[in-house]
């Protein structure tokens, strides 16, 4: 039940947000026309929505994706397999802001020397 809920609360939350049913991939925000459909519809957004998500509430992704890993593993159950996947999710952007850092590291702020 609760599980079904959250997943009802995201979609509707992500078309609070002004978000559309997604024809993209598999989706919090797939459009469902009965119970099967529901059911199979991912508790996350795909990769497209997300950032939609993002641009129109600013979040943090990090801080995002670190709460609803409490959250699901909290929960449990049927939560598990939601927390891998948020946990990989996680694991990739910290991947990805480790090979950017590596690439473009920051000019080391200080003291102007001339
Ligand atoms: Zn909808
Ligand atoms: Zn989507």
Redesign the pocket.
């Known amino acids: 039940m609760l599980y079904r809920a959250c997943k009802v609360m995201t979609h509707e939350l992500g078309h609070m947000f002004g978000l559309r049913h ?1 024809i ?2 598999e ?4 459009g469902c026309n009965h119970i099967h459909e529901s059911e199979t519809r991912p508790l996350y ?6 950032r939609k998500l993002q641009h129109a509430i600013g979040f943090d992704p990090w801080e995002r994706y670190r709460e609803i890993v409490k959250v699901c593993e909290e929960f449990g159950g049927l939560f598990e397999n939601e927390a891998e996947w948020f946990r990989g999710r996680l694991a990739d952007l910290e991947a990805t802001f480790a090979a950017l850092q590596s690439k473009y590291p920051q000019p080391t702020l200080g003291v102007k020397k001339n």
């Open positions: 997604c993209y991939y989706c919090g925000m797939n957004y795909c990769c497209i929505c997300y």
